[in-house]
């Protein structure tokens, strides 16, 4: 065997092949920090579909309430107010209602369930179609009563 042609076989070895754990290190550290930035964004987003709910209930509630009132020139049943409370199909929000001045006003509330991404926010509707948003401690970071149905963050 040529000794010149060993030396040249032992200098081109096969290439390898794979990744360093540099480039390793580099790509968690990017999925990382899009993962930081994906997530909050998420949630904001699921929080905005499940907010929903409440003034899509409190609505078709106040038609129902209205519609009580021209049969009976009342909102209240007896210490109730005249129509049954929405029965939402999640545990997303508690609903109530309470009247005032003899049956002619009322107020229904929906409050966001303990748990949920709706956790501390507060719907509110009344027989003038007065709407209003309440944050108490919500994700949403807004302080005081709005005037209208706060759907997303501010």
């Known amino acids: 065997m040529n000794p010149s042609s ?3 076989r032992s200098s081109n070895p096969k290439p390898q092949s794979g990744f360093t754990l540099i480039e390793i290190m580099v790509v968690v550290a990017i999925v990382a920090i899009l993962s930081m930035i994906a997530y909050p964004s998420y949630t904001d987003y699921q ?3 499940q ?3 409440a003034p899509t209930n409190l609505a078709d509630y106040r038609t129902q309430m209205e519609q009580y009132y021209q049969d009976n020139r009342t909102y209240a049943a007896g210490g109730n107010c005249g129509v049954a409370l929405p029965t939402p199909a999640s545990a997303r ?3 109530t209602c309470a009247t005032a001045n003899s049956g002619q006003t009322y107020t229904a509330t929906a409050t966001g369930a303990t748990g949920s991404l709706t956790t501390g926010l507060a719907y509110t509707i009344d027989q003038r179609n007065n709407q209003g ?3 108490t401690s919500c994700a949403w970071n807004f302080s005081g009563a709005q005037t209208t149905w706060v759907l997303r963050k501010p």
């Open 133 to 135: 948003t309440t944050c």
């Open 51 to 53: 907010a929903q709910e």
């Open 47 to 49: 929080r905005r579909g």
């Open 93 to 95: 929000f508690t609903y």
């Open 6 to 8: 060993f030396c040249n």
